[in-house]
């Protein structure tokens, strides 16, 4: 929830800003319109969210904005340390945690949801899986069509950046790719997850590059001889090639294992700020903490175990459509640290149970002298497979995913927000599981079976937790005077059969009487309601504590239509 930062907070805010600042640029200081940062612009002369439909009007045409992204590693200390202090001093914050205790609703909700609590499409998100599911076929591809940067390559620049070793390329049709590296004695750890999580990220509904496993010998490889003979420090020699190739991952046959992500087409613009709007972009009219497709990462990531999450790994695109106006996508990039990778070999014990500075950790290990036991000690980890690295389901706990610096879309996050991200996790069945781990074509069959087995178990304690909290009763539809829906958790297997309590109330009509009832399936008659225009419902399983979930249906001639759904 937004709230003041507190005394503490905006002191240290200040000195970042005055000693850190942010990556130089032609807007760096502010928006053209001045409005503060991270706040919808008033004047934007945009076309609004149809709350109604399934798109949002957010590929208005617009000017180029100009290039910009946060500062590395002022955003590291701002969301890694100073925003975890402010908040241990935010006293407005535990004011309203206080009232929380007694009933009082004080969230704030995602922005940019349509009348059936869904996020409509737009160039952050396209409902697919959840939707419509994705073809077992299309998951065993990847997120479009397999194609491969065709051999011999020519190095054009060293990779900056990041931990991964690699070089940028221009494959033999002209094509740019980076390729990054697998770690050292870790052939296919990252590609292979990078691969399998891009796969079921994309089914989710976000943007991803095009990246493929690759596999190479040194004979396939060239520096371009402008690089040769660059000014030294922009050369890139033979022996710098050879210094690369030795941090890399081979296969048994010597051929290097890798992954080459294709250059998105389009003008970079840099990585989105999660705590302002991009300046220039009129488009972007959403404070990315309330964006529910931001905040619905939470579950999707705590899935495939993704904790590097900072701004760096998102990538906004200005995509030119006509007379140099176009608008901007935004992507999900670098995904190889997913499941038990790391970009220099598998991850951490400690990596995704605790944030990288972890201030409630570091208490309770202080104030227990050392005693108190982290999940991540009792968790077996180590797979002995070298292509899928630390990776668990046994001692995973859906709510406990800690990410490496705290996302602030994730600490905005309510339960109905979650919820939808869990939706999206479970819509995936073990068919298009395994479908999509088959997409990295892994070497040790080990792994394909380890991913798969951990994934369905994850997936479903994802749905447990997650659906124990916000009734999974979802997709309303009035057939033939009876109101379907399903429950999502029977659906998946999570849930046996059980019944609903509906709480009716009537408007309109002759009497606004309310009326309970329970329904021993997932239908409900309105046969009875001809005498009613308008009818609120209220459902919940029968003996469980989640929230409810609330329907509006309005009489349209004789037929009943739902105008509106909101779960919690």
């Known amino acids: 929830m937004h709230t003041t930062r507190g005394l503490v907070g905006t002191v240290l805010g200040l000195l970042t800003t005055v000693f850190v600042g942010a990556t130089p640029g032609p807007a760096y200081a502010s928006h053209a319109d001045n409005t503060p940062a991270g706040e919808p612009r008033a004047t934007t002369p945009k076309a609004a969210i149809d709350d109604s439909t399934w798109v949002d009007h957010d590929r208005l045409p617009i000017t180029q904005p100009p290039d910009w992204q946060p500062s590395y590693w002022g955003r590291r200390l701002h969301q890694g340390v100073i925003d975890p202090i402010s908040h241990i001093f935010d006293i407005p914050d535990k004011l309203l945690w206080g009232a929380r205790i007694f009933g009082a609703n004080t969230e704030r909700e995602a922005v940019n949801v349509n009348a059936f609590d869904e996020v409509p499409n737009s160039t952050w998100f396209t409902n697919r899986n959840h939707a419509l599911a994705v073809p077992l076929n299309e998951m065993r591809q990847g997120p479009d069509s397999i194609f491969l940067p065709t051999k011999p390559w020519t190095i054009k620049h060293a990779k900056s950046g990041g931990w991964t070793a690699g070089f940028q390329i221009k494959d033999a049709d002209g094509r740019k790719w980076i390729v990054k ?238 919820y939808w991200g869990a939706k999206i996790v479970a819509s995936f069945s073990d068919e298009q599981i395994a479908a999509a781990v088959e997409a990295a074509n892994y070497e040790d069959p080990r792994a394909r079976d380890c991913l798969v087995s951990n994934l369905i178990v994850r997936r479903d304690k994802i749905a447990r937790y997650w659906f124990g909290r916000i009734a999974p009763l979802d997709f309303f539809s009035v057939e033939g005077g009876v109101l379907h829906f399903r429950d999502l958790a029977v659906d998946i297997g999570v849930a046996r059969a059980r019944a609903y309590d509906v709480v009716i109330k009537p408007s309109g009509g002759r009497s606004d009487r309310e009326q309970h009832i329970r329904v021993d399936r997932a239908a409900l008659s309105l046969l009875d309601r001809a005498e009613d225009t308008h009818l609120s419902l209220v459902l919940s399983i029968a003996g469980d504590g989640a929230a409810a979930t609330r329907v509006e249906l309005t009489r349209n001639g004789s037929t009943w239509v739902v105008t509106e759904v909101r779960h919690g």
């Open 181 to 418: 590296l697998d770690p050292r004695g870790y052939p296919q750890l990252s590609s292979g997850a990078d691969m399998v999580s891009r796969t079921l990220v994309h089914a989710a509904g976000y943007n991803v590059p095009h990246n493929e496993p690759v596999r190479f010998r040194r004979g396939d490889v060239k520096i371009d001889s402008a690089l040769l003979h660059a000014p030294s420090r922009e050369a890139f020699t033979e022996a710098d090639l050879d210094s690369v190739l030795a941090q890399g991952a081979m296969f048994a046959d010597s051929s290097y294992s890798a992954f080459a992500s294709l250059f998105i087409p389009g003008h970079t613009l840099g990585s989105p700020s999660m705590n302002r709007l991009r300046p220039g972009d009129t488009n972007d009219w959403y404070s990315h903490t309330n964006r529910r497709e931001l905040r619905g990462l939470y579950p999707l990531f705590s899935w495939i175990n993704n904790w590097d999450t900072e701004d760096h790994q998102f990538l906004d695109m200005f995509i030119e459509t006509r007379d140099s106006l176009g608008h901007v996508d935004h992507y999900i990039l670098d995904l190889g640290s997913s499941f038990g990778a790391s970009a220099i070999g598998p991850k951490a014990l400690w990596e995704s149970y605790e944030n990288g500075i972890d201030f409630g950790w570091s208490g309770r290990r202080l104030v227990s002298l050392g005693f108190a036991q982290e999940p991540w000690r009792r968790a077996r980890q180590d797979t002995g497979i070298p292509s899928v690295g630390n990776y668990e389901s046994a001692v995973y706990r859906p709510q406990h995913f800690r990410e490496m610096i705290p996302h602030p879309a994730f600490r905005e996050a309510t339960d109905r927000d979650c």
